[in-house]
């Protein structure tokens, strides 16, 4: 049984700062890709950032030079540093894990919870 535990969201100010993170717990073989997602209101949901094993990132255009993921492949952890934070941001942020837990299962997607992040003055 894997599970995922989100933390660091919150309210801030426009052009603010905040943390997420999202650690992974459970029997896990290998994790390749981390990653983080958000649905805002009546929107679908949309990638923000991934990290794959070697360290190399994707980011979506939105958030491209203001916010930065990372991740520590001995913890199990993913983490989003939000930068100069814009109303725009608000919406309820996901970390998604694609991982192997071993034989016979092939890799499957993994999701947190969901916190919830608003940029509101």
């Known amino acids: 049984q894997v599970q995922l535990a989100e933390s660091g969201g919150g309210l801030v100010q426009p052009g603010g700062s905040l943390r997420l993170s999202c650690d992974a717990s459970?029997?896990?073989?290998?994790?390749?890709?981390m990653g983080w997602y958000r649905q805002a209101p009546g929107k679908q949901r949309e990638l923000v950032a991934t990290?794959?094993?070697?360290?190399?990132?994707n980011y979506a255009d939105s958030v491209k030079g203001r916010f930065t993921i990372s991740r520590d492949n001995a913890k199990n952890t993913v983490s989003l540093q939000m930068n100069s934070l814009k109303p725009e941001d608000t919406a309820v942020y996901y970390c998604n894990f694609k991982l192997w837990v071993g034989p016979p299962r092939t890799v499957d997607d993994y999701w947190g919870q969901g916190t919830q992040v608003t940029v509101s003055s």
């Open positions: 459970g029997s896990i073989v290998t994790i390749f890709t």
């Open positions: 990290i794959i094993s070697s360290g190399s990132t």
